[in-house]
């Protein structure tokens, strides 16, 4: 890409540029240092923990019931799947059963969360290439879901809605027509955005064969959910391992061929339709029943530990849970997607330019409040 | 006396133009964000004024009040200097652009020299900018600044040396008289592009908004500036803009010329007819704003180099050929277009092609199982 | 009353193993017979509890190995019961797509552990978690300065003996 050879003849000085925490484009506060020779990065130095609350020690102290809380603020923008996979690991020790009715309303909430989740990756996956109208689309289609959200929860994002043994409160009356009426919405926004961004010329040039991950890197890191997918690995935990009610829909796993930026965007941007199909299966199928296995509110669950795996919308969220049969675990370890995708920031940065760190950096979709945790 | 009017007259037409350009700034700010906001499906400013039309002015209002920050490590005197040194050549070059037949500040013979002389000035105003600063992220932006801006340079003034070489002038009046038959845009398709697209990487707007690219160096040589000083950048960015829209409209869309429009009526209906030229210009500008993503520096140079400075060339050496074998214009303007379709065609061809090879496959694991038990 | 008790205690520990495991779990002794091992089971995954010293190797063996062809590292975590760290990695294979659980003890006082970087590189920025929060000093990693805690933070928060600093507004 940059001719190396050259830059040593010529006596070019390297200057520090300190990206970071507070860029309109590390998506939080990450910090990268960066060492630029001209606009070629030479040496990358990343720094995160500026965001750690210690949420893993906390759990420690807080029964049952309250960690689900905890959960919600690990990946602030897809708060229902964290929740589901803490709840799963809870259940899963105590071999509780599910009634039908929640699981469906929790995979197509889990779901419409994901839609949410990539919809803002599109929109500000755009401002970083320096587009701005796709972030707008997307926001306005989000704001729908957000409202969508708060008619079934009561909350817009922290929603403590999936408890141990079920959801909170059954959906309401027209949820179903509701639903039906945003999918068709999120279908015409979701084309609008595609029409518009995904084979503009300049997008393509700015992100075709940037930030490329192959296959064996990907693996080597841990990089998981639509960041290895986009290497061409197809792994997803829904079909691989199918929790809840997985295994009951027919739905695609989108992969990309050589893991560049463009491939991340678009198996995000493809993965919304597979949700979307996803969602209407489920809704065809909601049964009527009970939507919560009534537990003590004080839990003990048995002594024993236990990992659960879930699909999150950054990636494989994996939770590492023991309980010494009393009312607060003894150890809660979160596998957090976003971490491990970060981890390969210094790989892909290297030799690219500043203005390629921005889009790769955006393409890995992370969220730094479940970096730090 | 007499020496004390004239310089009472040059200072008030002086004044007069830095009101009128503010005036076009503020409606210009509105314009756009209302602009933008229908392509985005907003509604723009609406709280200030009626539909926000006194959004332009709270903006300037808040911009002079505000705090005027200074970081000490800034070199002062530069840092002082540069908001003007990139604002005066903004200013100056207005000095020569007629807005109809009669209403002109000063006409000159070398207008259109004039001009680009004094618009490759605001570099070293940006590079300074960028430097004084002491700030990384300023100086990544005054070095793109450089780059982008000389480059740009080459082919908008052999994009314009076509009109000159049409119009055997290089004054911006006779220019337009002379188009007075058919506008050059009909014979100079090919000039036009390359001006228009030139002129957007010279103005810095997306999408070659890369000197001052917020999301990678957070406004680039502005980033230190605030209040009064960065307002002075403001103008000059928007006042630029103005001046490329309006240099486009004169030298390639006829200026105030309007079929059926005659007699006096030119020098008064013609500033309404030059208005509304340039500000449907000034609208694809905007347009291309809310529909484009942003370049990288090292493909903006090789779309400079290796695209439109071999374009401008062929442009010149096909006036040239027109003017010396005095070929019909028809011919020219038929010329110009093919070129024109041919790299339409192949950069669509392109894209199309990149449209085609680059997808994502969707992987079904029982799908594929049942397909192999068949 | 007592008699329950007994009964509760004469239950075997949860066994939930899926085929996978279960193959997994017939295959692990021939392949790891030159370590000193343990296999056990954990709700639904195989465990394996080696010796600290011994870690890298396993780990090396257990990815490169074709049967096994453990090539993906999903979690490197500590948990401090009290008398010893107990160092856990769940790893997976990406081919075969089973899962695997490998445990091992160090002490509180001075713990220090082959690094298993080579092996996987994601397990870099766990280990220097696993460095800040809990002490655990991984011999042979590229650097193991500060991750989640800023420079010269006293303590290992991490542990359960540690006491937080009483917060108070004011």
Redesign the interface.
């Known amino acids: 890409m940059v001719d190396q050879d050259i830059n040593k003849k010529l006596d070019t000085v390297q200057?520090?540029?300190?990206m970071g925490p507070q860029?309109?484009?590390t998506h939080g506060v990450f910090r990268m240092v960066l060492a630029?020779d001209?606009?070629r990065i030479v040496d990358v130095e990343p720094h995160?923990?500026y965001l750690?609350r210690?949420s893993?020690?906390l759990c420690?102290g807080e029964i049952y019931v309250q960690i689900v809380t905890l959960f919600d603020r690990l990946d602030y923008l897809s708060n229902l799947n964290n929740e589901m996979v803490f709840c799963r690991a809870v259940e899963?020790?105590m071999e509780l059963e599910i009634p039908e009715r929640a699981e469906y309303i929790r995979v197509i909430l889990c779901e419409l969360n994901r839609v949410a989740s990539h919809l803002l990756f599109i929109g500000t996956f755009?401002?970083?290439?320096?587009?701005?109208?796709p972030s707008?689309?997307m926001f306005?289609d989000r704001e729908k879901i957000q409202s969508m959200f708060e008619a079934v929860t009561g909350a817009r994002m922290m929603h403590n809605y999936i408890r141990i043994g079920g959801i909170k409160n059954d959906v309401p009356d027209d949820f179903i027509h509701r639903m039906k009426s945003l999918i068709v919405e999120l279908k015409k926004g979701l084309e609008e955005a595609d029409k518009?961004?995904s084979?503009?010329?300049?997008?393509?040039?700015?992100t075709?064969n940037i930030g490329t991950m192959s296959a064996k890197m990907a693996?080597?890191?841990?990089?998981s959910g639509p960041s290895l997918r986009?290497s061409g690995?197809?792994?997803d935990i829904r079909?691989?391992?199918p929790y809840s009610i997985y295994d009951r829909f027919?739905?695609?796993?989108?992969?990309?061929?050589i893991g560049d930026c463009?491939?991340r965007y678009?198996?995000r941007l493809?993965e919304v339709r597979?949700s979307i199909s996803i969602m209407e299966q489920a809704l065809y199928q909601l049964p009527d029943g009970d939507t919560i296995t009534p537990t003590r509110f004080l839990l003990r669950p048995?002594k024993?530990?236990?990992?659960v795996?879930g699909e999150n919308p950054r990636g494989?969220i994996?939770v590492?849970m023991?309980s010494d049969g009393t009312d607060k675990p003894?150890?809660v370890?979160v596998?957090p997607p976003s971490?491990?995708n970060l981890?390969t920031i210094k790989d892909l940065l290297i030799d690219t330019?500043?203005?390629?760190a921005?889009v790769i950096l955006g393409s890995l979709d992370i969220v730094l409040g479940e970096v730090?945790? | 006396m007499s020496l004390i009017i004239d310089v009472g007259m040059r200072v008030s037409l002086i004044l007069g133009l830095l009101t009128g350009l503010s005036v076009v700034v503020l409606s210009l700010v509105w314009v756009e964000r209302k602009f933008l906001g229908r392509i985005q499906m907003r509604m723009g400013p609406m709280v200030v004024g009626p539909y926000g039309l006194l959004q332009p002015v709270a903006d300037a209002i808040k911009l002079v009040a505000k705090e005027d920050l200074l970081s000490p490590w800034v070199d002062r005197i530069v840092y002082w200097i540069a908001p003007l040194a990139v604002f005066i050549p903004s200013f100056m070059i207005w000095v020569t652009i007629p807005i109809s037949r009669d209403i002109v500040i000063r006409n000159m013979d070398m207008g259109l020299f004039y001009i680009i002389a004094f618009s490759v000035l605001s570099i070293v105003g940006l590079v300074a900018a960028g430097w004084a600063s002491s700030n990384k992220y300023a100086v990544l932006g005054g070095f793109r600044a450089a780059a982008q801006l000389i480059s740009y340079e080459i082919p908008l003034i052999m994009a314009v040396l076509g009109v000159a070489m049409l119009a055997q002038s290089l004054n911006l009046q006779e220019i337009v008289n002379q188009q007075d038959t058919y506008v050059y845009a009909l014979v100079q398709p090919l000039g036009l592009l390359i001006f228009f697209i030139a002129g957007l990487a010279e103005i810095g707007r997306t999408p070659f908004d890369i000197h001052p690219a917020e999301s990678e160096v957070v406004g680039g040589p502005f980033v230190e500036y605030s209040g009064a000083h960065w307002s002075i950048f403001f103008l000059a960015e928007y006042i630029n803009t103005f001046a490329v829209a309006a240099l486009t409209v004169l030298m390639f869309l006829g200026g105030w010329l309007l079929p059926g429009l005659s007699g006096g009526a030119i020098t008064t209906v013609g500033v309404l007819v030059f208005f509304a030229k340039t500000y449907l210009v000034i609208l694809i500008i905007f347009w291309f704003r809310g529909t484009f993503p942003r370049l990288r520096i090292d493909q903006l140079m090789s779309f400079g180099w290796k695209m439109l400075v071999p374009l401008s060339f062929l442009n010149i050496i096909l006036t040239g050929c027109y003017m010396f074998y005095g070929w019909p214009a028809w011919l020219m303007s038929i010329i110009s277009v093919t070129i024109l379709a041919s790299v339409f065609w192949l950069v669509s061809k392109r894209m199309n092609n990149t449209k085609k090879e680059y997808t994502v496959h969707i992987y079904k694991p029982e799908s594929l199982e049942v397909k192999n038990a068949g | 009353m007592a008699e329950k008790d007994k009964a509760e205690e004469a239950i075997e520990p949860i066994n939930r193993l899926d085929a996978k495991s279960i193959a997994l779990q017939a295959m692990l002794p021939g392949i790891v017979s030159d370590f000193k091992v343990t296999i056990n089971t954990a709700f639904d995954l195989v465990v394996v509890a080696v010796e600290p010293e011994e870690i890298k190797q396993i780990c090396l063996l257990l990815r490169d190995n074709d049967e096994t062809a453990f090539d993906y590292l999903l979690l490197l975590c500590v948990v401090d019961y009290e008398d010893y760290l107990q160092v856990v990695y769940h790893i997976y294979s990406t081919s075969l797509k089973h899962t695997l659980v490998v445990k091992t003890n160090v002490s509180p006082e001075e713990p220090s552990l082959e690094s298993v970087t080579p092996v996987w590189k994601g397990a870099d920025w766990y280990e220097r978690e696993a460095h800040d929060l809990f002490g655990v000093s991984f011999n042979a990693h590229p650097s193991l300065s500060p991750l989640l805690l800023y420079e010269g933070f006293e303590g290992f928060p991490g542990r359960r003996n540690y006491e937080m600093p009483e917060y108070k507004e004011w």
């Open positions: 200057m520090m540029v300190n860029h309109p484009s630029v001209g606009e995160i923990g750690h210690g893993e020690k420690e899963k020790l755009g401002l970083d290439v320096g587009a701005m109208t707008m689309y306005r518009l961004l084979f503009n010329e300049i997008f393509l040039a700015r075709k693996i080597e890191y841990g990089v986009a690995v197809p792994i079909k691989d391992h027919d739905f695609g796993i989108p992969i990309g061929e463009w491939d678009y198996v493809e597979q048995p024993g530990e236990v990992y795996r494989e994996g590492y023991i003894y150890r370890k596998r971490f491990c981890m330019y500043v203005a390629d921005v730090d945790r």
